[in-house]
C-alpha cells in the first residue's frame, strides 16, 4: 500500500526537481561563475600576475599532458611574462558551449637557435586538425588563430585540444648520452583564449 503510494508520487516529484532545475536557475549558475571568473582575474591583475592568467587553467581550459607548470621570465625575454614550456605533444581540455562555434587563439615562442630548424605546430580538436602555424625563423613567434566549428563541439561537454610540433629534440645529443642532456625547454606557450567568435 504504502509503496503504491510513492509510486504514485514519483511523477510529481520529478516535475517538482524539473521546476527546481529551471533554465533561470542554470542561468544565474552561469552568470555566477562569470563573476568568479572575473573577480580571479581581478585578482590575478591587482597582485601584478596577469601574464599568469594568460597560462592558467580556467573554467574552460584545463591544462593537461605536455605541459609544464607556469614559469615567468625566460632568459631571453625582458619583463615578466608568463608562460608554459610544452612538449612535442600538449593536451588541454576545452569546454564546449553547446552547438555554437568557438574561437581558439594561441600563441608561444620557439627557441630556432637551439632546434637548429624552424618547426611546424598544428592544432588538433578529438583528432580533426583545425590550425597550423610555421614560426618566421627570426623570431621564432608562433600563433594559432582559428574558429573551431559548431560540427566539432556539438554534444560534448569537453573537447581535447592537442597541439604537436614537428621537431622538438636536441639534434646533436647522442642518444647514447641523452640522460646528459639539458631539460627540454625550446617550446613555449605565453597564451591561450577559448571565446565565442567576433
Same mark, same amino acid.
Given at each position: 500500500? %504504502?509503496?503504491?503510494?510513492?509510486? *504514485? *508520487?514519483?511523477?510529481?516529484?520529478? !516535475?517538482?526537481? @524539473?521546476?527546481?532545475?529551471?533554465?533561470?536557475?542554470? @542561468?544565474?549558475?552561469?552568470?555566477?561563475? $562569470?563573476?568568479?571568473?572575473?573577480?580571479?582575474?581581478?585578482?590575478?591583475?591587482?597582485?601584478?600576475?596577469?601574464?599568469?592568467? #594568460? !597560462?592558467?587553467?580556467?573554467?574552460? %581550459?584545463?591544462?593537461?599532458?605536455?605541459?609544464?607548470?607556469? $614559469?615567468?621570465?625566460?632568459?631571453?625575454?625582458?619583463? #615578466?611574462?608568463?608562460?608554459?614550456?610544452?612538449?612535442?605533444?600538449?593536451?588541454?581540455?576545452?569546454?564546449?558551449? &553547446?552547438?555554437?562555434?568557438?574561437?581558439?587563439?594561441?600563441? &608561444?615562442?620557439? #627557441? %630556432?637557435?637551439?632546434?637548429?630548424?624552424?618547426?611546424? /605546430?598544428?592544432?588538433?580538436?578529438? &583528432?580533426?586538425?583545425? &590550425?597550423?602555424?610555421?614560426?618566421?625563423?627570426?623570431?621564432?613567434?608562433?600563433?594559432?588563430?582559428? !574558429?573551431?566549428?559548431? $560540427?566539432? *563541439?556539438?554534444?560534448?561537454?569537453? !573537447? $581535447?585540444?592537442? %597541439?604537436?610540433?614537428?621537431?622538438?629534440?636536441?639534434?646533436?645529443?647522442?642518444?647514447?648520452? /641523452? @640522460?646528459? @642532456?639539458?631539460?627540454?625547454?625550446?617550446?613555449? /606557450? #605565453?597564451?591561450?583564449?577559448?571565446?565565442?567568435?567576433?
Amino acid at each position: 500500500m %504504502i509503496r503504491s503510494r510513492l509510486l *504514485l *508520487l514519483l511523477p510529481l516529484l520529478n !516535475v517538482a526537481f @524539473a521546476a527546481g532545475c529551471s533554465k533561470s536557475d542554470r @542561468a544565474s549558475i552561469t552568470l555566477e561563475a $562569470e563573476q568568479r571568473q572575473a573577480r580571479a582575474h581581478g585578482l590575478s591583475a591587482d597582485a601584478g600576475s596577469s601574464s599568469s592568467w #594568460n !597560462v592558467s587553467c580556467s573554467d574552460d %581550459i584545463i591544462y593537461d599532458d605536455g605541459f609544464t607548470l607556469i $614559469e615567468h621570465d625566460r632568459k631571453d625575454t625582458s619583463g #615578466n611574462s608568463a608562460f608554459r614550456w610544452m612538449g612535442q605533444r600538449g593536451t588541454v581540455r576545452l569546454k564546449s558551449h &553547446g552547438g555554437r562555434p568557438m574561437r581558439l587563439f594561441t600563441y &608561444g615562442w620557439a #627557441n %630556432i637557435k637551439a632546434l637548429q630548424t624552424t618547426p611546424t /605546430l598544428t592544432a588538433y580538436i578529438d &583528432g580533426r586538425m583545425v &590550425g597550423t602555424t610555421t614560426p618566421p625563423p627570426e623570431t621564432g613567434l608562433w600563433g594559432i588563430d582559428t !574558429v573551431v566549428p559548431k $560540427e566539432f *563541439l556539438e554534444g560534448r561537454d569537453w !573537447v $581535447e585540444l592537442v %597541439i604537436t610540433t614537428s621537431t622538438i629534440a636536441w639534434p646533436w645529443a647522442d642518444v647514447a648520452k /641523452l @640522460a646528459d @642532456a639539458p631539460t627540454l625547454a625550446v617550446i613555449a /606557450l #605565453n597564451f591561450m583564449s577559448w571565446t565565442d567568435p567576433p
